[in-house]
């Protein structure tokens, strides 16, 4: 048996969540393998909202089990928070959710050390969402980091406090008071007092060894899906850097995040936007600073789920979605919120750069890394409401057009189309 998988292809928010949270009733088992909660991924269930950082979006499905694995960072004090939402909605996640011994803690250092880095980058910041993502990989690579198998220790609060006093340290030697109210937005004692307590509650859940609990099941025939954060271009070796997250985003880091070989990857499920989104700084070719920009902002209603910061927006990019196709070996391609355009009266699609005169088809070092002019190919909009569509045929001609035309450039067929946030706005080939 293989362990699919599903990521994104852009700059995250592609709607991944979703898209889980439909495949799901076909698993037993749903994996999240990287990330941490500066992810953000929201469901419709029934016209209710629910947004999940560091759950899998298979958590809804009480019958499959749901998998925190060894690649994912974890604030213990904003798991607490997500599972007692779940709590109100009537979701146990006790009885579907476990966490691997090896997924690092965020502690509360961790925060203060992300938004001291950030305020000190001043104009250069790469717009991080401030939650210790940044610093807790640091740890964890120059192994200083402590892990969820850690909590049941007896020297635990020893070691807490001995990595704790080096992030304070630190903090000192940038001429930063630690306990500034501009690091933190409660004061640092209560937030570590809240944290300890959320380890505490947190014990009530199973922790594992993941990649032996993985394998197994996958030596039994466990069908499993492999869910994904944050988004391919976000990579911290692949991505825009710097302004990438801090973790493998593709399909590789699968493999190290939840413990098992290259061999066992299945179908590769490939999530994105009929057109793109970033949150934060960093390049972004087909950006639309004007009043189309502002209209797919305010129809899709792009803003970050985990930050609130408004979304920048511009037309899809086919350098860039066949790049992170090639990277990851995407099977399947997923096409979200195609409806966001159904008043425009012609789409772009970028289908080329110019670089210095010259005209480039692929993203490469360069184009990540200086200004491009996107060359464009317009299509005629569907102009027409896309409600109620229950398969591919009976699509608009022109957004089936807009269709073939990404399938013709990116060489694979389009299997599923979103059409709206809730589960039954799906149509899948």
Same mark, same amino acid.
């Given at each position: 048996?293989?362990i699919?998988?599903l990521?994104?292809l852009?700059?995250?928010?592609?709607?991944?969540?979703?898209i889980?949270d439909?495949? $799901?009733p076909?698993?037993?088992?749903?994996?999240?393998?990287q990330? &941490?909660?500066?992810?953000?991924?929201?469901?419709?269930i029934?016209?209710?909202?629910?947004?999940?950082h560091?759950?899998?979006?298979?958590?809804?499905?009480?019958?499959?089990?749901n998998?925190i694995?060894?690649?994912?960072?974890?604030?213990?004090?904003?798991?607490?928070?997500?599972?007692?939402?779940?709590?109100?909605?009537?979701?146990?996640?006790?009885?579907?959710?476990?966490?691997?011994?090896?997924?690092?803690?965020?502690?509360?250092?961790h925060?203060?050390?992300d938004?001291?880095?950030?305020a000190?980058l001043?104009k250069?910041?790469?717009?991080s969402?401030?939650?210790?993502?940044?610093?807790c990989?640091?740890?964890?690579?120059?192994r200083?980091?402590?892990?969820?198998?850690?909590?049941?220790?007896?020297?635990f #609060?020893?070691?807490?406090?001995a990595?704790?006093?080096?992030?304070?340290?630190i903090?000192?030697?940038? @001429?930063?008071?630690?306990y500034s109210?501009?690091?933190?937005?409660?004061?640092?004692?209560?937030?570590?007092?809240?944290?300890?307590s959320?380890?505490?509650?947190?014990?009530q859940y199973e922790?594992?060894?993941s990649?032996?609990?993985?394998?197994k #099941?996958l030596a %039994?025939?466990?069908?499993?899906l492999? %869910?994904?954060?944050?988004?391919?271009?976000?990579?911290?070796d692949?991505?825009s850097?710097?302004?990438?997250?801090?973790?493998n985003?593709?399909?590789?880091?699968?493999?190290? &995040?939840l413990g098992?070989?290259?061999?066992?990857i299945? @179908?590769?499920?490939g999530v994105?936007?009929?057109?793109?989104t970033?949150v934060?700084?960093?390049?972004?070719p087909?950006?639309?600073?004007?009043?189309?920009? %502002? %209209?797919l902002?305010?129809?899709?209603?792009?803003?970050?789920?985990?930050?609130?910061?408004?979304?920048r927006?511009?037309?899809?990019?086919?350098?860039?979605?066949?790049?992170?196709?090639?990277?990851?070996?995407?099977?399947?391609?997923?096409?979200?919120?195609?409806?966001?355009? @159904?008043e425009?009266?012609?789409?772009?699609?970028c289908?080329?750069y110019e670089?210095?005169g010259?005209?480039i088809?692929?993203?490469?070092?360069?184009?990540?890394? @200086?200004?491009?002019k996107?060359?464009?190919?317009?299509m005629e !909009?569907?102009?027409?409401?896309?409600?109620?569509?229950s398969?591919?045929?009976?699509?608009?001609?022109?957004?089936?057009?807009?269709?073939?035309?990404?399938?013709? #450039?990116?060489k694979?067929?389009i299997?599923?189309l979103?059409? !709206?946030?809730?589960?039954?706005? $799906?149509?899948?080939?």
């Amino acid at each position: 048996m293989k362990i699919d998988v599903l990521l994104g292809l852009q700059w995250g928010d592609e709607g991944k969540g979703k898209i889980v949270d439909v495949l $799901t009733p076909r698993y037993d088992i749903i994996a999240r393998f990287q990330g &941490g909660p500066n992810a953000g991924h929201t469901l419709e269930i029934e016209g209710d909202r629910h947004v999940l950082h560091t759950i899998p979006s298979g958590i809804f499905h009480s019958d499959k089990i749901n998998i925190i694995g060894n690649g994912v960072i974890v604030d213990p004090f904003i798991l607490k928070n997500e599972l007692d939402k779940l709590k109100v909605k009537g979701v146990d996640a006790r009885l579907n959710l476990k966490i691997s011994k090896r997924s690092h803690l965020i502690l509360p250092t961790h925060r203060m050390l992300d938004a001291a880095n950030e305020a000190a980058l001043g104009k250069e910041k790469i717009g991080s969402t401030l939650k210790g993502i940044g610093p807790c990989y640091t740890d964890k690579t120059a192994r200083y980091g402590l892990r969820f198998g850690d909590i049941h220790s007896a020297d635990f #609060a020893d070691r807490y406090n001995a990595l704790k006093n080096r992030h304070m340290r630190i903090l000192g030697s940038l @001429n930063i008071d630690p306990y500034s109210k501009e690091l933190e937005k409660m004061p640092f004692e209560v937030y570590e007092s809240l944290w300890f307590s959320s380890i505490e509650e947190l014990k009530q859940y199973e922790f594992i060894d993941s990649e032996l609990y993985i394998n197994k #099941a996958l030596a %039994e025939g466990k069908r499993i899906l492999a %869910e994904g954060a944050q988004g391919s271009l976000l990579d911290i070796d692949f991505g825009s850097y710097p302004f990438v997250t801090s973790s493998n985003t593709i399909t590789a880091g699968v493999c190290s &995040g939840l413990g098992v070989p290259p061999s066992s990857i299945g @179908n590769v499920y490939g999530v994105f936007k009929a057109y793109c989104t970033r949150v934060g700084s960093g390049p972004f070719p087909t950006e639309l600073s004007d009043e189309t920009g %502002e %209209e797919l902002r305010k129809k899709g209603n792009e803003y970050g789920s985990t930050t609130g910061r408004p979304r920048r927006c511009g037309w899809l990019d086919l350098p860039a979605l066949k790049y992170a196709v090639m990277l990851n070996g995407v099977t399947d391609l997923v096409m979200m919120k195609a409806d966001v355009m @159904n008043e425009f009266d012609n789409i772009n699609i970028c289908t080329s750069y110019e670089v210095n005169g010259n005209e480039i088809s692929d993203l490469t070092f360069e184009t990540l890394s @200086n200004p491009v002019k996107p060359l464009y190919t317009v299509m005629e !909009g569907w102009k027409s409401s896309l409600e109620g569509l229950s398969n591919f045929g009976i699509l608009p001609s022109q957004l089936s057009g807009y269709i073939r035309f990404i399938e013709n #450039a990116v060489k694979l067929p389009i299997g599923i189309l979103s059409l !709206g946030p809730g589960r039954d706005q $799906t149509i899948l080939r």
